[in-house]
């Protein structure tokens, strides 16, 4: 069965801080990874990621993915309280998208 | 990307009841997607639906419950039937604008409470 498994599931931090969230995955068929910010209803899209080891940055917000150990990171810089979120990772299969459960992340001013 | 709008936003519901939701894109899309978010959980797929085809539904989804209708590639339809109390959450549209392998992209959701 297909698994995508985020942690940690909450975080909360302090402003200025820097957070790395994890998604790990065991999947048939991969074809891409990508990360998504929820903040009211729809999640908005952030990275896709297809290639091991090449890092994709917006601003504060980096990311990069493992093909051999299956797992991917999100990295985000000097937080501030507008990224308080959900963050799901979700990996492309085919015509199939499966997400992670989520990591609820709360940055505290 | 592109833009994509649901109708209604939000709608309060008795049970037994149906409500459709309309999803439009701003743009031609190959493959739109209704995906489910019930309180606290993740997203989860009900169906992909391909214009000029019948709609692919998911492990635990049925046609009967969840009618989709897709008569163009701009504009997808998702009614919810016989409503339940189970069946609030937030439904989502979605669409990938360049297919198999491109990034998807999602509309601003219909948060559904069924009394």
């Known amino acids: 069965e297909d698994k995508v498994v985020q942690s940690p599931l909450s975080l909360v931090v302090h402003e200025g801080d820097t957070v790395t969230l994890n998604c790990s995955y065991e999947?048939?068929?991969?074809?891409?990874l990508l990360w998504y910010k929820q903040e009211k209803k729809a999640p908005t899209f952030l990275f896709m990621l297809t290639s091991s080891g090449i890092e994709k940055k917006s601003g504060r917000l980096s990311s990069i993915l493992d093909k051999k150990e299956l797992s991917s990171i999100l990295n985000i810089t000097a937080t501030q309280t507008g990224d308080s979120a959900i963050y799901l990772c979700?990996?492309?299969?085919?015509?199939?998208?499966?997400f992670g459960a989520g990591t609820r992340l709360t940055v505290k001013p | 990307s592109a833009v994509i709008s649901q109708k209604p936003s939000r709608d309060i519901c008795q049970r037994g009841t149906s409500l459709t939701i309309q999803c439009q894109v701003d743009s031609q899309v190959t493959m739109m997607f209704w995906y489910r978010q019930q309180p606290g959980q993740s997203l989860t797929l009900i169906a992909t639906?391909?214009?000029?085809?019948?709609?692919?539904?998911e492990s635990g989804f049925v046609i009967d419950k969840f009618p989709i209708s897709r008569p163009n590639l701009t504009f997808s339809t998702l009614t919810v039937s016989n409503m339940s109390p189970e069946d609030s959450s937030i439904y989502l549209c979605s669409e990938r604008t360049s297919g198999i392998g491109g990034e998807q992209f999602f509309g601003p959701g219909t948060r559904l409470t069924v009394l």
């Open positions: 999947v048939t068929n991969f074809r891409s």
């Open positions: 639906a391909n214009q000029g085809s019948e709609a692919t539904y």
């Open positions: 979700a990996v492309d299969l085919n015509n199939d998208m499966r």
